[in-house]
Protein backbone atom coordinates (compact mmCIF):
# COMPACT_ATOMS: atom_id res chain seq x y z
CA UNK A 1 0.00 0.00 0.00
CA UNK A 2 1.50 3.37 -0.69
CA UNK A 3 1.99 5.75 2.03
CA UNK A 4 2.03 9.77 1.63
CA UNK A 5 3.29 12.06 3.76
CA UNK A 6 1.80 15.99 3.29
CA UNK A 7 1.33 18.90 5.06
CA UNK A 8 -2.65 19.08 5.93
CA UNK A 9 -4.84 20.72 7.97
CA UNK A 10 -5.62 18.63 11.02
CA UNK A 11 -9.42 19.52 11.27
CA UNK A 12 -10.63 16.59 9.75
CA UNK A 13 -12.26 13.79 11.23
CA UNK A 14 -9.28 11.14 10.33
CA UNK A 15 -6.91 13.39 12.28
CA UNK A 16 -9.69 14.24 15.21
CA UNK A 17 -9.90 10.45 15.64
CA UNK A 18 -6.19 10.24 15.86
CA UNK A 19 -5.63 13.27 18.37
CA UNK A 20 -7.71 11.54 20.25
CA UNK A 21 -6.34 8.14 20.49
CA UNK A 22 -3.14 10.05 21.24
CA UNK A 23 -4.47 11.85 24.08
CA UNK A 24 -6.50 9.07 25.58
CA UNK A 25 -2.95 6.88 25.43
CA UNK A 26 -1.23 9.71 27.14
CA UNK A 27 -4.04 10.49 29.79
CA UNK A 28 -3.59 6.84 30.71
CA UNK A 29 0.00 6.88 31.49
CA UNK A 30 0.89 10.14 32.92
CA UNK A 31 -1.07 12.80 35.35
CA UNK A 32 -2.73 16.02 34.04
CA UNK A 33 0.25 17.95 35.22
CA UNK A 34 2.71 15.80 32.95
CA UNK A 35 0.55 16.08 29.97
CA UNK A 36 1.59 18.81 27.57
CA UNK A 37 -0.96 18.44 24.67
CA UNK A 38 -2.00 20.93 22.15
CA UNK A 39 -5.47 21.13 21.26
CA UNK A 40 -6.74 21.03 17.67
CA UNK A 41 -7.45 25.28 17.69
CA UNK A 42 -3.40 25.90 18.54
CA UNK A 43 -2.30 23.07 15.75
CA UNK A 44 -4.45 25.61 12.92
CA UNK A 45 -1.62 28.41 14.15
CA UNK A 46 0.60 29.96 11.37
CA UNK A 47 3.67 29.20 13.13
CA UNK A 48 2.49 25.32 13.19
CA UNK A 49 3.51 22.80 10.54
CA UNK A 50 1.02 19.78 10.37
CA UNK A 51 1.54 16.54 8.29
CA UNK A 52 -0.77 13.65 7.91
CA UNK A 53 0.20 10.25 6.53
CA UNK A 54 -2.20 8.07 4.61
CA UNK A 55 -2.24 4.61 3.36
CA UNK A 56 -4.37 4.76 0.73
CA UNK A 57 -6.73 7.37 1.81
CA UNK A 58 -6.99 6.12 5.46
CA UNK A 59 -5.24 8.68 7.59
CA UNK A 60 -2.44 6.38 9.96
CA UNK A 61 -0.64 9.22 11.91
CA UNK A 62 0.77 12.59 11.81
CA UNK A 63 3.43 15.13 13.84
CA UNK A 64 3.87 19.15 14.17
CA UNK A 65 6.12 21.12 14.17
CA UNK A 66 5.61 24.42 16.15
CA UNK A 67 7.87 27.34 15.85
CA UNK A 68 9.28 28.88 18.80
CA UNK A 69 10.15 32.46 17.43
CA UNK A 70 13.82 32.11 18.56
CA UNK A 71 15.26 30.01 15.64
CA UNK A 72 14.10 26.46 16.73
CA UNK A 73 10.92 24.22 16.50
CA UNK A 74 9.04 21.70 19.01
CA UNK A 75 7.29 18.43 18.11
CA UNK A 76 3.87 17.95 18.62
CA UNK A 77 1.07 15.43 17.91
CA UNK A 78 3.23 12.50 17.07
CA UNK A 79 1.31 9.50 16.68
CA UNK A 80 0.77 6.67 15.06
CA UNK A 81 -2.31 4.23 14.67
CA UNK A 82 -1.33 1.32 16.46
CA UNK A 83 -3.25 -0.53 13.84
CA UNK A 84 -0.24 0.41 11.34
CA UNK A 85 2.29 0.51 13.39
CA UNK A 86 5.66 -1.41 12.20
CA UNK A 87 5.54 -0.10 8.78
CA UNK A 88 8.02 3.13 9.58
CA UNK A 89 5.23 5.57 9.26
CA UNK A 90 6.65 7.49 12.24
CA UNK A 91 10.44 7.80 10.32
CA UNK A 92 8.85 9.07 7.42
CA UNK A 93 6.93 11.47 8.97
CA UNK A 94 10.41 12.40 11.40
CA UNK A 95 11.94 12.55 7.83
CA UNK A 96 9.13 14.92 6.45
CA UNK A 97 9.26 16.80 9.42
CA UNK A 98 13.12 17.64 9.79
CA UNK A 99 12.88 18.27 5.94
CA UNK A 100 11.28 21.13 6.27
CA UNK A 101 13.38 22.64 9.57
CA UNK A 102 16.27 22.36 7.47
CA UNK A 103 14.35 24.16 4.46
CA UNK A 104 13.52 27.02 7.40
CA UNK A 105 17.15 27.12 8.19
CA UNK A 106 15.95 26.35 12.05
CA UNK A 107 19.07 25.67 14.67
CA UNK A 108 17.54 22.66 16.78
CA UNK A 109 14.15 20.64 17.13
CA UNK A 110 13.51 20.09 20.40
CA UNK A 111 10.60 17.69 22.32
CA UNK A 112 8.98 16.52 25.46
CA UNK A 113 8.34 13.31 25.84
CA UNK A 114 6.86 10.78 28.64
CA UNK A 115 9.49 8.02 29.69
CA UNK A 116 7.07 5.31 29.73
CA UNK A 117 7.10 5.50 26.29
CA UNK A 118 10.13 3.58 24.90
CA UNK A 119 9.10 3.77 21.60
CA UNK A 120 9.15 7.13 20.68
CA UNK A 121 12.67 7.71 22.76
CA UNK A 122 14.18 4.78 20.80
CA UNK A 123 13.16 6.77 17.50
CA UNK A 124 14.47 10.34 18.59
CA UNK A 125 17.55 8.80 19.72
CA UNK A 126 17.69 6.70 16.39
CA UNK A 127 16.86 10.53 14.77
CA UNK A 128 20.21 11.53 17.30
CA UNK A 129 18.09 13.65 19.71
CA UNK A 130 20.03 13.99 22.78
CA UNK A 131 18.74 14.86 26.15
CA UNK A 132 18.43 17.94 27.39
CA UNK A 133 17.28 20.21 30.27
CA UNK A 134 13.83 21.34 30.24
CA UNK A 135 12.93 24.54 27.68
CA UNK A 136 10.57 26.82 26.97
CA UNK A 137 7.49 26.89 29.57
CA UNK A 138 8.36 23.10 30.41
CA UNK A 139 8.98 22.77 34.38
CA UNK A 140 11.18 19.81 35.34
CA UNK A 141 9.28 16.49 35.72
CA UNK A 142 10.26 13.26 36.66
CA UNK A 143 7.59 11.83 34.14
CA UNK A 144 8.93 13.94 31.12
CA UNK A 145 12.35 13.92 29.19
CA UNK A 146 13.01 16.52 27.10
CA UNK A 147 15.45 15.86 23.79
CA UNK A 148 16.81 18.87 21.40
CA UNK A 149 18.60 17.91 18.03
CA UNK A 150 21.26 20.51 16.79
CA UNK A 151 20.60 21.34 13.15
CA UNK A 152 23.24 22.65 10.47
CA UNK A 153 22.12 26.28 9.30
CA UNK A 154 23.05 27.44 6.21
Known amino acids: ?56 EAIVGCCALVEAGDGTAEIKRMFVDPAARGLSIARKLMEALEATALEKNLSAIRLETGIYQ ?24 PLSLFMEKRLART
Do not use: C
Request: no cysteine; proline share 9%; aromatic share 12%.
Open 118 to 141: PEAISLYRRFGYVEIAAFGDYQPD
Open 1 to 56: MPLTIAIESPRQEGVIRLLDMSSAYAESLYPPESNHILDLASLEKPDVTFWVARLE
